[in-house]
């Protein structure tokens, strides 16, 4: 039965309105419609990304029961972004599923991600259509908590597959994607699993003004994503005679319905190890004011812990138990309102510093890509 709450002060339309409501309810089942307060979930649940400034930036982390689109250049860090999503949905006692369209999922990095890859469900579809159907079936179950879909350039269509190379096929793709999201779409919102689609760029041609960047698969996706991010690699970091050891990777929210859009994160992706939890800890550690900056000089309660920022992170690998006084201070600063709303989590560094790339590589042996 539907709520019996009134909501207008006309009887007549209350008891005409209960009836309809009723009538509903038999014709389409329990919950086919409701007052929006009478929904258990008011606040939208979240699945953390591992990278604690960009869970600012979107409000809490991935929106559960709802499409995100994760987009970027090669080698940005998206498919790392998204392994490191899912193991976090997995220490929470998660189901993950891993759609790996392009065929080229690493189950040793994925492990030193954090990635339970004995739970892991794993499927590399032959089809764009077998690949989509594949989704729309876990999501249809309710038992899986995160689908991650890598990635919709590489959604083939069969009608591609089975053509000659030399056929022109316009549209395709784009039709395939629409078709599915259809049906994922009125799925997910009764499931609660969230649906991660990696997508690549292409240029445009002949583009005079704005951007020629678009991504693939046409515009439904666009329309359909709760949440679209899109990941740049900014630095390349290196370190004396040693070369590069990692990137450092820039996220803009492009399109967010769940938390005010368009904020920005920066966080370390480490080589061979992932996101720097630590690094992403000493940036909102100092933007909170919880950690103090003067100079190069990096202190803690008043007193100096490193010079430099890649030695205050040796020093918190090296100290566990400040590590966890720094992340208790962090996180009553941010309750508190320390980040305001809009605001960007990128590290006080990069909003302070106007240097230009060539002093940034000759100060700091950083390489601007």
């Known amino acids: 039965m539907a709520s019996t709450t009134t909501i207008t002060n006309n009887p007549d339309k209350e008891k005409a309105l209960n009836l309809v409501l009723n009538q509903i309810e038999r014709n389409f089942g329990k919950g086919s419609i409701m007052r929006l307060g009478d929904a258990a979930q008011m606040k939208v649940e979240t699945i953390p990304t591992g990278a604690h400034t960009l869970d600012i930036a979107l409000g809490g982390g991935l929106p ?43 189950p040793t990095y994925s492990d030193v991600l954090g990635v339970d890859i004995e739970n892991l469900l794993v499927s590399q579809p032959d089809t764009g259509e077998a690949a989509l159907e594949i989704v729309d079936q876990l999501v249809r179950s309710a038992a899986v908590d995160i689908v991650v879909v890598d990635s919709v350039a590489a959604l083939t269509p069969r009608a591609e597959i089975e053509g000659e190379m030399g056929d022109t096929q316009v549209g395709l793709q784009a039709r395939l994607m629409s078709k599915a999201l259809r049906k994922i779409a009125g799925n997910i919102g009764k499931s609660g699993c969230t649906v991660v689609f990696l997508n690549q760029l292409r240029q445009k ?64 992706i480490i080589f061979g ?75 006080k560094k990069s909003k302070k510093n106007s240097n230009s790339s060539e002093e940034l590589e000759a100060e700091a042996g950083v390489e601007e890509e």
Request: charged share 25%.
């Open 64 to 106: 559960k029961g709802r499409i995100i689109e994760i987009y970027g250049p090669e080698s940005s860090g998206k498919t790392t972004l998204a392994l490191h999503a899912i193991a976090e949905a997995q220490k929470a006692g998660g189901v993950a599923a891993f759609v790996d369209a392009e065929h080229a999922l690493d």
């Open 205 to 268: 041609i002949g583009v005079t003004y704005g951007s020629p960047e678009v991504t693939t698969g046409g515009n439904a996706l666009k329309f359909y994503c709760s949440v679209r991010l899109d990941i740049r690699r900014i630095q390349t970091l290196k370190k004396g005679s040693e070369g590069e050891y990692g990137i450092r990777a820039k996220v803009k929210v492009a399109k967010n319905k769940v938390a005010p859009p368009f904020r920005i994160a920066e966080f370390d």
């Open 273 to 347: 190890h992932g996101i720097s939890q630590l690094g992403c800890l000493v940036d909102i550690a100092e933007q909170t004011d919880v950690i103090n900056r003067k100079g190069a000089w990096y202190s803690y309660n008043g007193e100096n812990i490193a010079q430099g920022r890649d030695n205050t992170i040796k020093y918190l690998e090296e100290n566990p138990e400040q590590v966890t006084e720094i992340e208790a201070a962090v996180q009553e600063k941010i309750e508190m309102g320390a980040l305001m709303q809009g605001s960007s989590t990128s590290n």
